[in-house]
C-alpha cells in the first residue's frame, strides 16, 4: 500500500483545529500514535513495500511522528494548566484591568475655569498670535520708546523688521496687553474680552521664573466704564475662582497702557502678611484708544492681566513654576 502524505497532512491540520479539551485530544493521539494508530499502520505496511520506497516513507513517517509528538506535549500542557477553570468561563467577580485615562494638564484646566468664568459675565474669548510685533507690544499701548521693557533683556526680539513700524522689530509677546490693540483694531466698543496665551520673557529659570508662560488678558469697552466696574468683576471673579472666603485688596501701581492702575492682591488669612500678588488692572489710557483709532474721550475701559501659572501655584499650593513643564506623571496625575 502506498501513502498519500498530502492527504494525511490535510487531514491531520483539521484534526488537531478539533482538539479543544483532554478527552478529544485523547481521542487524537490514539487516532495517530496508538497502537493500532496511523503511525503504527504506516511502519506496518513498509514490511510490504518494494525496497526502493521504504526510505522515503519512513522519512516521511518519522517526520509526522515528531510533529505528532510535539503537538500533543504542548498541548497536553495547555490544557492542564487552564484544567481548574472550564473553557469560556468568566469571573464577573474578579477584579478589572484599568487602563489609565489622561486627562488636560492643569494649565489648560485652570485656563479653561477662568474663561469659563468670564464668558458666564458675558465676554467672549478671543486668541492673539505669539508673534508680535513691536507696535502692538509697546507703542499702541503707551509704552515709551525708553521703557526697560523694550530691553532685549526683557524682551525676546525676532530678525524680522515690524511692518507697521519702521525701525522695529517683531517679537515674542512679553504679554497678552497686545491681543487689547488686535480686538479693538477689529471691532467697536461695546466689546467684552478675554485673551488667554502664551507670554515669553527672556528671564533665568527658577522655581518662580521661566521664559514662558500663560496669561489672561481681559477688555471692558464701552461708555461710562468706571473704576467701580473694574473692581466689581475682579471681586466677581475672585470670589468665584476661589471661593467666598478670599480677600483681596487693590494696590495702586503704574502700568503705561492704564490710567489709573493697580495690583491685585489675595489673602485667606487674617492680617496683612501674606497678601500675594495675583494681577494687574487698570482703566483704558486714552493713549491706547488714540492708537487704535477711537474717537477721543468717547468711549472709557477696563483691563486686567493675571498669570495663569501664579494662579493656579496659589490654589494648588505648588511651591515651583518649572513642575508645569516637566511633564512628570507623578506632577500630572494629582491634577
Ligand atoms: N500686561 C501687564 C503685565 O504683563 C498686566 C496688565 C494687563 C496690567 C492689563 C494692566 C492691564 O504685567
Given amino acids: 500500500m502506498s501513502w498519500n502524505f ?23 493521539r490514539v487516532k495517530y500514535l496508538g497502537r493500532s494508530g496511523l503511525l503504527q499502520q504506516i511502519y506496518d505496511s513498509m514490511k510490504t513495500l518494494p525496497p526502493d520506497e521504504k526510505p522515503l516513507v519512513g522519512k516521511e513517517a518519522n517526520v509526522l511522528r515528531q510533529s505528532l509528538e510535539i503537538f500533543v506535549n504542548d498541548r497536553k500542557k495547555v490544557l492542564e494548566s487552564s484544567d481548574s477553570k472550564p473553557s469560556g468561563f468568566f469571573d464577573p467577580t474578579m477584579p478589572g484591568v484599568a487602563f489609565s485615562v489622561g486627562h ?25 498670535p505669539e508673534k508680535e510685533t513691536e507696535f502692538n507690544n509697546f507703542t499702541a499701548l503707551n509704552i515709551p520708546d ?44 461695546p466689546l467684552a474680552v478675554v485673551i488667554p496665551g502664551k507670554v515669553y520673557r527672556p528671564d533665568a529659570v527658577d522655581a518662580s521664573h521661566s521664559f514662558m508662560f ?33 480677600r483681596m485688596r487693590f494696590r ?35 493713549n491706547v484708544f488714540k492708537a487704535v483709532g477711537y474717537p477721543d474721550g468717547k468711549y472709557t475701559g477696563l483691563a486686567f492681566g493675571l498669570g495663569v501659572e501664579r494662579i493656579a501655584m496659589l490654589r494648588h499650593r505648588i511651591n515651583d513654576i518649572r513642575y508645569f513643564y516637566q511633564n512628570d506623571v507623578r506632577f500630572l496625575e494629582q491634577f
Avoid at 12 to 25: H, P, R
Avoid at 104 to 128: K, N, P, R
Avoid at 266 to 279: C, F, H, P, V, Y
Wanted: glycine share 6%; charged share 25%; proline share 6%.
Fill in 214 to 246: 500663560h496669561q489672561i488678558e481681559g477688555l471692558l469697552v464701552d461708555k461710562d466704564i468706571k473704576f467701580s466696574d473694574l473692581k466689581g468683576l475682579i471681586e466677581t471673579f475672585l470670589k468665584k475662582f476661589f471661593g467666598p472666603e478670599i
Fill in 252 to 286: 495702586p501701581h503704574y502700568f503705561p497702557f492704564t490710567e489709573p492702575s493697580a495690583e491685585v492682591d489675595i489673602s485667606w488669612q487674617e492680617g496683612k502678611k501674606d497678601w500675594l500678588e495675583i494681577m494687574g488692572c487698570g482703566m483704558v489710557h486714552p
Fill in 146 to 189: 525708553n521703557h526697560p521693557s523694550r530691553d532685549g533683556f526683557d524682551t525676546f526680539y525676532l530678525d524680522e523688521p515690524d511692518p507697521k513700524q519702521k525701525g522695529a522689530r517683531c517679537l515674542l509677546r512679553s504679554h497678552t496687553s497686545p491681543g487689547q490693540i488686535r480686538i479693538m483694531q477689529q471691532f467697536k466698543p
Fill in 104 to 128: 488636560q494638564h492643569l494649565l489648560t484646566q485652570t485656563m479653561d475655569e477662568i474663561c469659563d468664568i468670564f464668558q458666564q459675565m458675558g465676554f467672549s474669548i478671543h486668541e492673539g
Fill in 6 to 28: 498530502d492527504d494525511i497532512k490535510t487531514q491531520l491540520t483539521a484534526d488537531q483545529s478539533a482538539v479543544a479539551d483532554a478527552k478529544s485530544l485523547e481521542s487524537f
